[in-house]
């Protein structure tokens, strides 16, 4: 659900320092919450038998596009002088820049979707339904 954000205070907001550092918080805060959806994975699949093959491929591919695309961001956005963390935003007007911002602005309705997922999923009834369709597949 942070995702979105992300994107949009790191990869779109493109010379505010305020919003370059919500974004950096948002990404502690989703490191957060990665850690404690992998430490509870278990227990919450336990009723069908752990995490599906299938779906543990969509994760571990999701999470390292979303992890590596945040640590390429960032190493534009920052540079070390010295012993400090300095904000250079080395973005530059340029056709590659407006390809990245048009595809950061194309990836949020996706994330968008993706977050309300997961969020309707947190609910009993939608989360029963889900179930009932997911077993009904069988393709991995």
Not at 23 to 34: A, E
């Amino acid at each position: 659900m942070l995702f979105p954000l992300i994107i949009w205070f790191l990869f779109i907001n493109e010379t505010s320092l305020a919003g370059f550092i919500v974004g950096i918080v948002l990404v502690l805060l989703d490191l957060i919450v990665l850690g404690i959806d992998a430490y509870s994975e278990k227990e919450s699949r336990s009723f069908m038998g752990g995490l599906p093959k299938w779906e543990y491929i969509v994760h571990l591919f999701s999470n390292a596009f979303h992890f590596s695309a945040i640590i390429l961001v960032l190493s534009l956005k920052i540079e070390m002088s010295g012993s400090s963390i300095v904000f250079v935003n080395r973005f530059v007007a340029s056709p590659a820049q407006d390809l990245f911002i048009f595809t950061s602005i194309n990836v949020i309705p996706g994330a968008i979707v993706l977050a309300l997922l997961h969020f309707i999923l947190m609910l009993e009834k939608p989360r029963q339904i889900w179930n009932a369709y997911r077993t009904k597949i069988t393709c991995c």
